[in-house]
């Protein structure tokens, strides 16, 4: 265990549990259709990925699978958002006409995903989701709804499976709390 981490919260094994279930439903709700995977980086990387895998697995989803990221941030390298959401870098896909589900890691403020829904939904997807492996909802400031969620997050400054303190620890195949 790397120093000032205590865990694991959540276990590797949970984690990929929750992906299957994740990859479940979207299979279900897009089966035979073209889907475009919209991951949140830096954070959602794994999730993404882990997801596209998952998808992959599970018989009668999606006829054609695509990844894009794009990039945002509200939080810098502090451990509290900013409450201003930046575009660091845009997605490379046309989302218009498409089916498109953005992929976050957490979602806490709720922010970013409301900017992100804002923004894209001016770009005219056919159908436009969100999906988070975790949903943190103790703190939100805004409403914003989430499609598919994998679990609830405990309400704590967590790390791992891309999620960071100061860009360290998001390497870790579990969800761990830092002290700090």
């Known amino acids: 265990m790397p120093p000032g981490i205590s865990g694991p919260l959540v276990d590797a094994a949970e984690l990929h549990a929750a992906l299957q279930r ?5 299979a279900r709700d897009f089966r035979g259709q073209p889907l475009l995977l919209l991951g949140v980086l830096k ?16 018989a009668d989803g999606p006829s054609e699978l695509r990844i894009d990221f794009i990039v945002v941030s ?6 509290r958002s900013s409450g201003e959401v930046r575009m660091l870098k845009d997605a490379k896909e046309d989302v218009h006409g498409k089916n498109v ?15 992100l829904q804002t923004l894209l939904e001016t ?6 989701r969100s999906c988070a ?33 100061q860009e360290r620890y998001r390497n870790l195949p579990y969800l761990a709390q830092v002290e700090y």
């Not at 994740?22 to 979207?26: D, E, G, I, P, T």
């Not at 589900?101 to 900017?115: A, K, Q, S, W």
């Open 43 to 58: 954070g959602a990387l794994y999730v993404t990925v882990d997801l596209a895998r998952a998808l992959c697995s599970v």
């Open 74 to 79: 509200s939080y810098g390298t502090a451990s």
């Open 133 to 165: 492996l975790l949903d943190k909802p103790f703190h939100r400031r805004v409403d914003v709804h989430l499609d598919y969620v994998g679990m609830k997050a405990p309400d704590r400054f967590i790390v791992g499976y891309g999620l960071d303190f």
């Open 101 to 115: 589900v953005i992929v976050e890691d957490i979602v806490d403020d709720g922010l970013t995903l409301r900017y």
């Open 22 to 26: 994740l990859a479940r439903a979207l």
């Open 123 to 128: 770009r005219k997807p056919a159908v436009l």
